[in-house]
């Protein structure tokens, strides 16, 4: 069974802080999918990492997948009240037939 | 937009009932999945199908089952309701084979009483 653990659990920071978030797992993963949920909604899919090493941007957002390919970090610059919510990962396998496994989520809190 | 629909939005049943939910597609994807999301847990996979009347269990399938008849439509059935099923509960679609991202519907809150 491939586990991923997402750290921290819980994040409670101030308007223009930085913060970064991790992904780990002992196994390796095909590919790694970062999702962004806010309450009463589905999870939307922010970025899919395919590459070991590969580093993606989105605006203030910036991914990384590990060489190893077995973790992946969220990093945000400057963080906006409208960055708020539950973050979470997901990783592909190369046996899953089609699955992903979720990690249990971060959830960011930005304090104007 | 994925064109992912879920019915019914909420539902309150009490327990021993039969629920069923409904997930349906307008892009005629193959693959499609039913998660639970509960404090703590994060989203925990029940069921998937990889195509028409072909489907398999997740990690927490015990007491839910699935059907699908159609390509645009995934039925998940909890045959008797238990307080223990009170969730929410996600539906997605994976869109490219050759991909693992999903894409995910805008959810179903179950409260069994």
């Known amino acids: 069974t491939q586990l991923l653990e997402q750290s921290p659990q819980f994040l409670s920071i101030q308007e223009g802080e930085n913060l970064t978030v991790y992904c780990n797992s002992s196994s390796v993963f095909s590919s790694l999918q970062w999702y962004r949920q806010e309450p009463g909604e589905g999870p939307v899919l922010l970025v899919t990492v395919v590459t070991g090493g590969e580093v993606k941007k989105l605006k203030r957002l910036t991914f990384q997948f590990g060489d190893a390919r077995k973790d992946s970090s969220l990093h945000i610059t400057a963080a906006q009240p409208g960055d708020t919510g539950l973050y979470l990962c997901?990783?592909?396998?190369?046996?899953?037939?089609?699955?992903?496994?979720f990690g249990d989520g971060t959830t960011l809190t930005v304090k104007p | 937009d994925a064109g992912i629909t879920q019915s019914p939005r909420h539902k309150v049943t009490e327990t021993g009932t039969p629920v069923t939910l409904r997930c349906h597609q307008t892009?005629?994807?193959?693959?499609m999945y039913w998660y639970r999301q509960d404090p703590g847990h994060g989203l925990r996979l029940i069921h998937y199908s990889y195509g028409v009347k072909d489907t398999d269990k997740g990690e927490v399938s015990d007491g839910y089952s699935v059907s699908r008849s159609k390509t645009e439509d995934f039925l998940l059935t909890l045959e008797s309701a238990t307080s223990s099923q009170t969730s929410v509960y996600f539906c997605a679609i994976k869109t490219s084979p050759s991909t693992d991202t999903q894409y995910f519907g805008p959810g179903t809150r179950l409260t069994v009483l």
């Open positions: 892009e005629n994807h193959r693959y």
């Open positions: 997901a990783g592909g396998g190369y046996t899953n037939a089609g699955k992903s496994t």
